[in-house]
């Protein structure tokens, strides 16, 4: 039974510093070069369409992966996780609201925050992935 749990958790926290991943290389540098010949305005607004519902994906992702970390004996991966959905709450209810309602000249200051905090989360759940990974080969 600590196989299954230990498999879902790698599988769960892989897919979180996958997707965040390919968001920060991928996806936010070829949003950038496309709309850099169009307005300001039509970029935020893209962005705003791409974050919109995403904490209601990511919210059951870190309950998952806080209570798979007990029976996969991943006890100390349990912090790291937390502290990355402090960072993903500080995002989803203070960042977002601030920047729907920032001025133009505002936008930049709110591109870079939002990029350190989710290069932090991906940095922590990454970390996480390769620790559990790690202990379940006998690195540990």
Known sequence: ?????????????????????????????????????RSDDEYEDFL?????GNRWKVIPLIAALLLTAVPAKFYPLIPVYLLAAAVFANVSWRHWPRRVFALPAERQRFRRSLRLQAWTMTILAGGAFLTGLAATSGLF
């Open 1 to 37: 039974m600590i196989a299954l749990f230990t498999t879902v958790h790698l599988a769960l926290a892989a897919a979180w510093a996958g997707a965040m991943g390919y968001s920060l290389l991928v996806v936010q540098p070829k949003a950038e070069r496309f709309f850099r010949e």
């Open 48 to 52: 705003l369409v791409m974050a919109h």
